[in-house]
């Protein structure tokens, strides 16, 4: 139970369940207040094979609760694994995501995190567009940004499982690419590798001229400074070459979205175009890179070993290339 003091952690578990999806175990875990979360937590939390446990960010006036589903491999230990997180689509299916991803995390040995940002807390304005406006469009203020969860996630597994890792990376595809992009642009101290997005429906174009929020960076609240700072980021844009429907029921439709192309395979490459022109306005170097992956449409599996490769290599000084 919660002890109710400053600093204090918290952790509630009840019996292991079976796992439908997986066939794996299911254990339940409520974390509170976890500012100083210790490595005695770690072995609780994050064991071998998949699982999931509930996490509370102690920094929400809201207490809000995420599942995070999660894949160990196991031959190796949480304290040593790099850490990536997988973001979900617009279903909020976590668990699908998980499960997908398994295989690349045995291959490339990473603890693999992927947390559940259920609609019902997490609409698509605090979801997709990172919870930097209201639902009128005004701007919050950044502690109110969905993007901090993710970081302090991070700690927070780092300090339960004495994991040293500086940095993370991290995918989203769809609507999780939408996140992941946004990401990138607003929160210049963010502690990513690499970062990919990978067939977002639309974008926000990482320039102020033009479009306005959220098209566009011009009203946005961002600086020229955040623009560059996000420029010089790692981020990859991965896109399915047959990501090309344009009656897509998920696929945006309104005016703006409509300017940056008819279908996502479009509006990715204008995505990059745009952060390639606009780094060179600026005079500097992008690090952004498009690659693209023959026969994918918007399906995740299809992009998954692509996405792999690309979150553990180095990156290049070409513009991209295809898979």
């Not at 693999?112 to 930097?132: I, M």
């Not at 479009?211 to 560059?228: A, I, M, V």
């Not at 998920?250 to 204008?270: T, V």
Request: proline letters at 6%.
């Amino acid at each position: 139970m919660n002890s109710g003091l400053p600093g204090k952690r918290s952790v509630e578990t009840v019996a292991p369940t079976f796992d439908g999806h997986t066939g794996f175990c299911t254990r339940s875990v409520r974390l509170t207040n976890m500012r100083h979360a210790n490595s005695a937590a770690g072995p609780a939390l994050i064991g071998p094979g998949a699982c999931n446990f509930r996490y509370v960010d102690d920094r929400s006036s809201t207490e809000k609760a995420l599942t995070v589903w999660y894949y160990r491999p196991l031959h190796i230990s949480a304290a040593i694994a790099p850490i990536v997180f997988v973001m979900h689509g617009v279903k909020r299916d976590a668990h699908y995501y998980r499960d997908n991803w398994r295989d690349a995390a045995e291959r490339f040995g990473f603890l693999l995190l992927c947390p559940e940002f259920a609609k019902a807390d997490y609409p698509r304005v605090a979801y997709q567009l990172g919870n930097l406006v209201d639902g009128a469009g005004e701007p919050l203020p950044e502690e109110e940004w969905t993007f901090g969860l993710i970081e302090r996630l991070f700690d927070f597994v780092r300090e339960a499982t004495g994991n040293p890792s500086e940095q993370y990376r991290i995918y989203g595809h769809s609507a999780g690419a939408q996140f992941v992009h946004r990401l990138a642009l607003f929160v210049p101290e963010v502690r990513f590798a690499t970062a990919i997005a990978a067939n977002a429906g639309w974008y926000t174009m990482p320039t102020f001229d033009g479009e306005k929020f959220p098209y566009g960076l011009k009203k946005s609240g961002s600086t020229l400074e955040r623009l560059k700072s996000a420029l010089g980021k790692h981020l990859v844009i991965l896109l399915g070459e047959q990501d090309i429907d344009a009656d897509d029921p998920h696929l945006r439709k309104s005016e703006g979205a409509r300017r940056q192309g008819i279908n996502r395979f479009e509006r990715g490459l204008a995505f990059y175009t745009t952060a390639r022109d606009e780094a060179a306005e600026l005079g500097m170097m992008s690090n952004w890179e498009l690659v693209t992956v023959p026969g994918a449409a918007h399906l995740d599996p299809q992009m998954i070993p692509a996405a792999a490769r690309e979150l553990f290599r180095s990156p290049r000084t070409s513009e991209g290339r295809a898979s």
